[in-house]
């Protein structure tokens, strides 16, 4: 099992993006999928997460901003990036708990993908 990255870029503080992960592989189901950034000297922080039922969390500094959004039948999570701010550069993550058979789970990451934000 592979997570897929693609969307991200250079954009202007205001500007929107919208980042796509597909989990590609002998899968049975994905359950939770989620997006992280990583900031050079810093903690990898969630930004958000949504569950296979579409319930969604995100951190305090993208609400508003941001929508995680997924497509089941594709296995793929989805996250607009709107008002795009400075602060939001950053590679991000996706991340999704993976299913390859009805009795396991695994965590897997993407390589990440670089979202630079220029004021």
């Known amino acids: 099992v592979q997570l897929v990255e693609s969307g991200g870029g250079l954009v202007q503080a205001g500007g929107s993006l919208k980042l796509s992960c597909a989990a590609v592989?002998?899968?049975?189901?994905?359950?939770?999928m989620a997006w992280y950034r990583q900031v050079p000297g810093k903690e990898r922080e969630l930004v958000a997460r949504i569950d296979r039922g579409d319930s969604t969390k995100y951190a305090d500094s993208v609400k508003g901003r941001f929508t995680i959004s997924r497509d089941n039948a594709k296995n793929t999570v989805y996250l607009q990036m709107d008002l795009l701010k400075p602060d939001d550069t950053a590679v991000y993550l996706c991340?999704?708990?993976?299913?390859?058979?009805?009795?396991?789970?695994?965590?897997?990451w993407g390589q990440g993908t670089q979202v630079t934000v220029s004021s």
């Open positions: 592989g002998y899968i049975f189901r994905v359950n939770n």
């Open positions: 991340y999704a708990e993976v299913q390859p058979s009805r009795n396991h789970e695994f965590e897997y």
